[in-house]
Nanobody, 116 residues
Framework: QVQLVESGGGLVQPGGSLRLFCAAS????????MRWYRQAPGKERELIAT????????TYADSVKGRFAISRDNGKNTVYLQMNSLKPEDTAVYYC?????????WGQGTQVTVSS
């Protein structure tokens, strides 16, 4: 059974940091491109970070570039999102996804709230 389980979300003050985790199981994690998305209330889901399956190359949305960092540990079947210098507009539900040659999986999401 395929599972993507996000954790690490919570309430943080502006300027603070959080680290999100996405634990994968039920598929060959190392062969999948992993992504983080987020969806704020009333807005469309936004792709914010990608890490490739092979080279580990990364790409970011302009909205998070320089503040967020995606990484992966293939030995632990886990992808991470380090979020620094958080802003109120980063408030959203954060989702991880796994993309393979013919398959795509979503996690259930974790809430991040940036507020004083």
């Amino acid at each position: 059974q395929v599972q993507l389980v996000e954790s690490g979300g919570g309430l943080v003050q502006p300027g603070g940091s959080l680290r999100l985790f996405c634990a994968a199981s039920g598929f060959t994690f190392s062969r999948y491109t992993m992504r983080w998305y987020r969806q704020a209330p009333g807005k469309e889901r936004e792709l914010i970070a990608t890490i490739s399956s092979t080279s580990g190359s990364t790409t970011y949305a302009d909205s998070v570039k320089g503040r967020f960092a995606i990484s992966r540990d293939n030995g632990k079947n886990t992808v991470y999102l380090q979020m620094n210098s958080l802003k109120p507009e980063d408030t959203a539900v954060y989702y991880c996804s796994a993309a393979g040659p013919a398959t795509f999986y979503w996690g259930q999401g974790t809430q991040v709230t940036v507020s004083s």
